[in-house]
């Protein structure tokens, strides 16, 4: 069971990102996953930023983000993506994606956002 996190840069402010987080070892499609998205500035701590489960597709966001950012997965590419629109300085951190079901509890290694002029 495996997260590849891609699709991290530099941008400027009020910019957009897409972040991927390809999954391997498990299927999207085949059981409801919690496929969640994280991140940590530097000097912070870890924090939650959104979540989506994976068949029914509901979805939570934080509210530092909500409005901004938005969760999407496509089963064929057994991927789930975090579109990041007007982005904010504040948004700079290191993002990852994490898996959790009934068996397994998996993180990947993460992808740098910076959003500096």
């Known amino acids: 069971v495996q997260l590849v996190e891609s699709g991290g840069s530099k941008v400027q402010p009020g910019g957009s990102l897409k972040l991927s987080c390809a999954a391997s070892?498990?299927?999207?499609?085949?059981?409801?996953?919690?496929m969640s998205w994280h991140r940590q500035a530097p000097g912070k701590e870890r924090e939650w930023v959104a979540t989506?489960?994976?068949?029914?597709?509901?979805?939570n966001y934080a509210d530092s983000v909500l409005g901004r950012f938005t969760l999407s997965r496509d089963y064929d590419k057994n991927t789930v993506y975090l579109q990041m629109n007007t982005l904010e300085p504040d948004d700079t951190a290191k993002y990852y994606c994490?898996?959790?079901?009934?068996?397994?509890?998996?993180w990947g290694q993460g992808t740098l956002v910076t959003v500096s002029s």
């Open positions: 994490r898996a959790v079901d009934r068996v397994f509890d998996v």
């Open positions: 070892g498990f299927s999207l499609s085949s059981s409801n996953i919690a």
């Open positions: 989506i489960s994976s068949i029914i597709g509901s979805t």
